[in-house]
């Protein structure tokens, strides 16, 4: 445990990365090592289905008494809230600290949560297990009124809770007076939550995607949980999810859920509140103190699905309501399609059930699905708007796969390694879907507007290809808080871009780095979290040439660390400087190359990117070497013409010399041809 490791952490909001080692005691986790996990001190009694409780210690607070929830490497928690839960929240576990750590023998760092160490033990350690029964009058006083204090203060911070289950509540001290709710940041929202615990829409939804939700999930979970407390027992028995699932909706979550169990009358109308299958009808925080104050409520009467005049049959049963026969299309997806397209639906709809609004908006459906977008198979698509109009409280489900708008994010964040879910989610966005869902709402939230809104926007950047773009660009504009995926960061944290350089630096240390280039991650990390950025760069980042991509990722970073006011990095501006050889032999001129590269290797240890970029994008050199080059070329192109003017005046006087030389040959050997033919008559006359 001597041996010194590398850990990021961001803290508080205002601190991205640091360097943290074992010590003698645990991990340093958080602000400059603020915090310490033990893993050699674990506390099971405090674990939860996704998360593994630590002894911890705050170092600056040795008083307080903490503990270190260690969620799995790589998965997605409510990084957006963790602000929100530290500060003084009554009846609900505060966030002390939290930031990334890498365990023994394990290559991906670990989010640690610190929060504090309730002082009694858990309420429920399983739901399998026999419960305490909750006296009525112990309900108000030592479960209820903590609980809805706490909601309250979470309302004033615009955050659910979305982890209200007996398993999640803990005594606040040892005398089991009083109760407190555990923590709901180190997963996504209702992920640990068992399917009865949750809403018909949301058990219909896949874990990873039923969404942050509000106050009415919150509420309906309480109503669960005080039943399981009252009747000290699981309220599901034997039956499975599905079973159950199918029971809320064809009698009510109520009904369902209490059946014949026996309840004090006034208990009995706070779940008849709390477990109404209609947001609308259902009890809120206000009328929820009104009955712990005493005052009684009217009952509300559950408003049951409409049952059609005649069944639809699909998949050799009958459905005679909107809801059980689009939970039979959303099951049976292959087959739906074709059903869907018959005009015997669309005659279903408007006459048995007697639904023109249904009936238009499946016929909107159908009608959008007609045709291929893009080449795209429509059949899953049109399954999934059809299963909408039918049923639009539901979540999407597309090809089997449940989600709530609100739970794109998170799914998104978890499909880093499941190439599956990650085709399902795009096709989801690329559809236009949760605007779809939005607009048939019959009260629909503003946030899930908000939210369309932006998804509205999302299909063109996931067809664009370029870095900064795809599901890459989605994942972090939708995310404000997710730390950068880059396979360059793999071990590290980097929640902002003021952990870009710091992150960078700390990789540059090593002996065994990687090439050091802007992948997608980077990118679309950079895109979202420095608009100030020309996105023209980021476009170029990956060019097939090493000199533009080279030059491209120096004037990137050199603007974060500029622009944030970081402090200097020598073993990045070292690492980067093998990438900027192929920039300097850029000069043309040799001696101006060995200049440039002599004055690079001497501002490295400056830390400065800056200084880098002003050597290699110095414009006074580049336009001398331009001017250089151009005259020497101006000169060369003047020496060819020369030597070629000099090769046709050597070649004219060869030629000429040729020819005088032959015709001198010529009159020489015809004079002496004459002398000798001279010579040769008068010896034979003599």
Known sequence: MAEKKTVSSQAGGDEFFNEGQYTGRGILVGRAGRSVVMPD???????SPSVVAYQGELRAESGRSVMALVSAPKFPARYDILNHM??????VLRVADWGYASFPGESEPRLVIMVDRPGGP?????LTAQPPVIAEENLITAILRPIVTGLKDLATRNVSHRAIRPTNLFYADSTRRMVVLGECVSVPPAFDQPDSFETIESAMCAPIGRGSGGMPEDLYSLGVTILTLMIGRDPILDRTPQTLLEQKISMGSYTALVGKSRLPIPVMEA???LLSDSERDRWTLSDLEMWMDGRRLSPKQPRMPIHASRPFTFHGQEYDTARGLAIAFANHHEQAAAAIRTKVLDGWVRRSLGDELRGNALQTAVSASSVNI???????RLVARACMALDPEAPIRFRGFGIHPDGISYALSASQDNSDLRRILGEIIHARLPGMWAGLQERPRAEDLRL???????PPIIDNVQPGFGLERVLYELNAAEPCHSPLFQGYFVWDAHGIIPALEAVASKPNRPNLTIDRHLAAFMATRMRRNNEDIIRIVMSSEAETRNMAILRLLAGVQEQLNIGPAPNLCQWLLGNLESVANGFRHPLRRERILARLKRVVSSGRLRDLLDVVDDTTERHADELEFHAAAEEYAHLKIAIAEHDVTVNERLYHAISFGEQVAAVIGGT???VSLAVSIFIWLF
């Open 41 to 47: 001190q674990p506390l099971p009694d405090y674990d």
């Open 86 to 91: 530290r500060g003084n929240i009554t009846g």
């Open 122 to 126: 858990r309420v429920m350690t399983a």
């Open 271 to 273: 779940l008849r509140g």
């Open 374 to 380: 893009n080449g795209r198979n429509s059949e899953d």
């Open 452 to 458: 369309a809104q932006i998804l509205d926007r999302m």
């Open 672 to 674: 002496l041809i004459s």
